[in-house]
């Protein structure tokens, strides 16, 4: 078995793109496997700091190839971008980039067609970063949509013309208009696509295949986080595709049996940006000292995050639909300086007292049910050793693996690289 997974537990945010970069050195190959440029991960290393959307998060090392997988949705005008701001840093992407030819393609009229649903939604918006992807993804699974290979044949530009007169159609059937000038937006979208097939596009399946065979070591790398998930997240407020552990089999055309470690990656507290339920949510100062220590203020939009206690009936959930093998926590610097610490067990709801998430989570009002633990208020950001942790943290972990009955392997108390702690 040569394939890991790393995915988020949470609504994403987790601290997925610092991990995978501690882990990389372990690697021959990261594999993005699902999500778009609606994903920011943040990466932080010998005073830089990098926040990626489409590229995995691997491309700092020396060796490991970074492939986009076949799940994964592609801005060409945002790559570009992305592969713009790493210039300084003097990548060889013929060599450590492959993007496979059957990713589908965000077009301009995706971004409009998204800004046209969430205006039209009013109050019940989800909040979508308006990257296009919901409209990308419907694309996919309603069979209209454009895959990076196809930029490679000749006519493509017919099928580019037929998808989006398509889409102006349909962006007219919307009360809410939308305001733009499409050849302003066509035009670093073709320049965009240009560049694009220069870069090594791949049937990106096959190349797995052959390096499972070859014993190579692949990480998957996952965007979002479970409650996201189209199927078992918060919906509708989630995102468009399989943010779960089963996403990497199809995002990558890896089979089930070939993935060995599901790491599970979760903050010490709960955040989640844009609109929907979130029982632990905080209005208080202590949300807001969360969201200030934190810095919670969004990757990819700037938005601010909402901040709350940690959700333990949630992370159950995602821990189970995962198949989840170790627990990473991230930011427990953040929780310091607390008197104490409360932790979600159980929901009150119209259905009475529950310990799972119920069906209809995102239209009844749900209590959270909270047991306190004592807080520390030592500063853990320079410590580098799990010895060295106060008391308290050493409970809140030790109370934490008892009840979500999975080991925390690594212990994260800064956003730098070697703020990393292996237990
Ligand atoms: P991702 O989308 O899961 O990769 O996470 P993001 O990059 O969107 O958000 C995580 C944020 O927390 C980034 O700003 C990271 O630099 C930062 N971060 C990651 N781990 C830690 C940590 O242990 N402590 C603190 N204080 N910040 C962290
Ligand atoms: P990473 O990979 C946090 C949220 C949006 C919105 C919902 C749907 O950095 O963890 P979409 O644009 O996907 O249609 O938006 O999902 N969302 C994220 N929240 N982290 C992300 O990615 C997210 N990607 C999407 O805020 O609520
Ligand atoms: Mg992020």
């Known amino acids: 078995m040569a394939v890991d997974l790393l995915l988020g537990l949470q609504w994403g945010d987790e601290g997925k793109g610092k991990i995978v970069d501690v882990l990389t050195s372990s690697y021959d190959i990261i594999a993005r496997f699902q999500g778009g440029p609606n994903a920011g991960h943040t990466l932080e290393f010998e005073g830089n700091k990098h926040v990626l959307h489409t590229i995995p998060s691997g491309i700092f090392h020396p060796k490991a190839i970074n492939l986009i997988g076949n799940g994964v949705v592609i801005d060409p005008v945002i790559f570009m971008k992305e592969i713009e701001d790493l210039s300084p840093y003097s990548i060889d992407f013929n060599n450590k980039l492959l993007v496979s030819k059957k990713a589908h393609l965000i077009l301009p009229t995706h971004r409009l067609l998204d800004a046209a649903s969430e205006a039209s939604k009013g109050k019940a918006k989800i909040g979508s970063t308006l990257k296009g992807i919901g409209p990308t993804y419907m694309d996919k699974t309603g069979r209209n949509g454009i895959r990076v290979g196809d930029i490679l044949s000749p006519n493509w530009e017919e099928k580019y013309r037929v998808l989006t007169q398509k889409h102006l159609d349909l962006l007219k059937s919307y009360d809410t208009k ?86 599970g990656i979760f903050k010490a507290y709960a955040t989640r940006v844009g609109s929907g339920p979130f029982p632990t949510e905080l209005f208080d100062e202590t949300g807001e000292q969360m969201a200030k220590t934190g810095n919670e203020f969004g990757s990819t939009t700037g938005r601010a995050r909402r901040c709350g206690w940690i959700d333990l009936v949630a992370l159950k959930y995602s821990i189970d639909i995962n198949g989840v093998t170790q627990l990473m926590m991230m930011k427990g610097d953040v929780l310091s300086g607390f008197d104490t610490i409360k932790v979600c067990i159980a929901y009150d709801t119209e259905q009475g007292r529950m310990n799972y998430l119920p069906y209809d989570i995102a239209s009844q009002q749900i209590t959270p049910v909270y047991e306190e633990l004592p807080g520390w208020e030592e500063d853990l950001t320079a410590m580098t050793q799990a010895d060295q942790f106060p008391e308290s943290f050493k409970k809140y972990i030790s109370y934490l693996e008892k009840v979500l009955e999975i080991p925390i392997k690594i212990v994260s108390v800064g956003p730098d690289r070697k703020q990393t702690i292996f237990r």
């Open 178 to 263: 939308i305001d733009f000038n499409l050849n302003d937006l066509e035009e670093p979208f073709f320049k965009s696509i240009a560049a694009l097939r220069k870069f090594e596009l791949v049937d990106s399946e096959q190349f797995l295949i052959e390096a499972q065979k070859e014993g190579k070591k692949i990480l998957a790398e996952g965007a979002q986080g479970s409650l996201l998930d189209i199927d078992f997240g918060t919906y509708p407020f989630v995102t468009s595709s399989t943010t779960t552990a089963a996403g990497a089999c199809t995002g990558l055309g890896v089979a089930p049996n070939q993935i060995k470690e599901v790491f």
